[in-house]
């Protein structure tokens, strides 16, 4: 049985996918600061396939997450995949900043680092200690979830634009450094603003249509099979996933250009 982590699954994206996962038979050490929203997944989870295993963590301290990784190798015997979801939003630098945006002179340059320690570093430091046995077992998945390309260089959006701007330079990166391993390395976005805790409660109330994070339950799912083993450094747009579709054929037509250009010396 595939043994998964995954981080942020107390609300949001990552609670669907976990608990998609876990319909699908996976066993999942679910991870988040929030522990009461940790408990609601858990309980949602309760009568499905597979195993959900609770796990708080502040994915932004090195130790921890060293140590959860740790746990989920020792609890299921190894570790086949990491979801990097959890990260702050730009209502953490500001509640309001739809309407009101956050100029980077303006900002509270604790909290600015602080989003970069968890969107940035978390990742790296549970990839980091994840990849070596998915390495060493010549089988493994690696997703990071981002953001869309406008949401990525939007004014009055930073750091979080920015955060995950990094984040995709780091997926494409560490594709390249994973070929030939049996591990991939992908992003997935949702496509559009989605019904999560990133969106200030006054666009809620006005907003005429949002995604609903079950938008991610197909991809997540198909990314994480042997279906996928093909395709590493790719970016997966949630929204573009045709369910008309065989899986291999919505998986290649929800891919989007890459954020960054490629170098010219890899062009074709």
């Known amino acids: ?74 609890e299921f015997g190894r570790l086949d995949v990491l979801v990097n979801c959890a990260g702050l939003g730009p209502v953490y630098m500001r ?15 604790t909290r600015w680092w602080r989003m970069f320690e968890v969107n940035v570093r978390g990742p790296f430091q549970l990839a980091r200690a994840a990849a070596p046995g ?32 990094a984040i995709e330079a780091m997926t494409i990166a560490w594709a390249k450094e994973l070929k030939g391993t049996g591990v991939t390395m992908n992003s997935l976005i949702p496509g559009g603003v989605t019904n999560t805790a990133f969106v200030p409660d006054a666009y809620r109330a006005q907003a005429k249509s949002m995604l609903e994070p079950d938008v991610m339950k197909t991809p997540i799912v198909w990314i994480m099979s042997d279906l996928s083993a093909d395709i590493t450094g790719a970016r997966f747009v949630a929204k573009e996933w045709d369910a008309k579709l065989p899986m291999n054929e919505a998986a290649k037509k929800s891919i989007e250009a890459p954020v960054y250009l490629k170098p010219a010396q890899e062009r074709g």
């Open 95 to 109: 509640h309001n900043f739809v309407a009101d945006p956050l100029r980077f002179w303006d900002a509270d340059k």
């Open 1 to 74: 049985m595939t043994a998964y982590f995954i981080t942020g699954a107390g609300t949001g994206l990552a609670r669907a996918m976990s608990l998609a996962l876990v319909g699908k038979s996976a066993h999942v050490i679910a991870c988040d600061l929030n522990e009461k929203g940790l408990a609601e997944t858990a309980a949602m989870a309760k009568g499905a396939k597979g195993r959900l295993i609770e796990h708080a963590i502040d994915v932004s301290d090195d130790a921890q997450c060293v140590a959860a990784v740790a746990r989920a190798e020792k």
């Open 134 to 165: 998915m390495i060493a077992r010549k089988w493994g998945r690696i997703v990071n979830i981002t953001t869309s390309l406008g949401t990525i260089q939007r004014g009055g959006n930073t750091p979080y634009g920015p955060s995950k701007g």
